[in-house]
């Protein structure tokens, strides 16, 4: 089950990055976020495919040139019925002033029953944050 895992969250990612759809794929149909970054409490009362997947497209339309990259080792711990948990850093970049690229680090950590996403943490400084990797 770590290859299903770590295939999770690279699903995860490509949603993060724009493939909109796979919310309705990876995400169960009621679900908990809970991001620690500041400024993201507009997550906080989300918990449909639909709410996060327009919430996705409103961030990348306020954050121009932004992309996501799993970095690091995952964890991942998970049972044949695909419950479990999967955590794992990832790289954000998205283009800053005068033309620069901005590197920032997190850490996601999903929370799933039977192989769909119930429950994320997340965890970064933000778009002020730094890089780790």
Do not use: C
Request: no cysteine; net charge negative.
């Amino acid at each position: 089950m770590r290859d299903f895992g770590i295939e999770l969250f690279n699903r995860w990612t490509i949603m993060w990055n724009g493939d909109l759809a796979l919310a309705q794929e990876i995400m169960a149909p009621e679900f908990t976020l809970r991001y620690a970054q500041p400024g993201a409490s507009d997550y906080d009362d989300i918990h449909d495919p639909k709410a996060f997947a327009a919430q996705i497209e409103s961030f990348h339309q306020q954050v121009p040139g932004l992309t996501f990259t799993p970095q690091g080792t995952p964890v991942v711990e998970m049972d044949d019925t695909g419950t479990g948990i999967i955590a794992r850093p990832y790289g954000a970049q998205f283009d800053g002033p005068e033309g620069t690229r901005v590197d920032v680090s997190g850490t996601d950590i999903l929370r799933t029953e039977n192989g769909v996403i119930v429950e994320v943490w997340s965890v970064s400084g933000g778009l002020i944050g730094r890089s780790f990797y």
